[in-house]
């Protein structure tokens, strides 16, 4: 796979222009995979594998929720966070509509509408991260700091492991 030339995506386009430090880690993406595979195929802790979650408020406000990729998000606990009345994850198409990534492949870096983004407050001590690159089979590897920097989330606590 070393030799395979991988096209630049918005993700990478974002993260260069803004001065991020990243390597590409590729692997053989499988359909409903998730981050387990993900993390077996590049020899990593699920635990540093950042899901990229698309959801919507009760209001229908899309917001991008960060969550390590052994953890799920309590979504009661998220409304209650962000003074919504309810949270819950969005389909495919609307993910697809809001991102402009699909789904396996979303990124949270230069995302097609402008969204609230909120991570798990513990990622940020992680002496290293692994989030999609903005295409199937494809993350990057970033510090917590360049994460925060470029995307200014918001922190909350709303894993459940």
Known sequence: MADRHISTTPAMRCLKEAGASFSLHPYAYEEKGGTATAS??????EHAVIKTLV???DAAA???????????????????QIGARSVHPCTPQQANKYTGYVVGGISPFSVRYAMRIYMEASIADLPALYINAGKRGLLMRLSPADLTRVLQPVFVTVALP
């Not at 077996?40 to 802790?45: D, E, Q, R, S």
């Open 40 to 45: 077996a195929a590049l020899h990593v802790a």
């Open 55 to 57: 959801m919507e408020d």
């Open 62 to 80: 899309p917001l991008i929720v960060l969550m390590h990729g052994d953890c799920q998000v309590s979504t009661r606990t998220l409304a209650r």
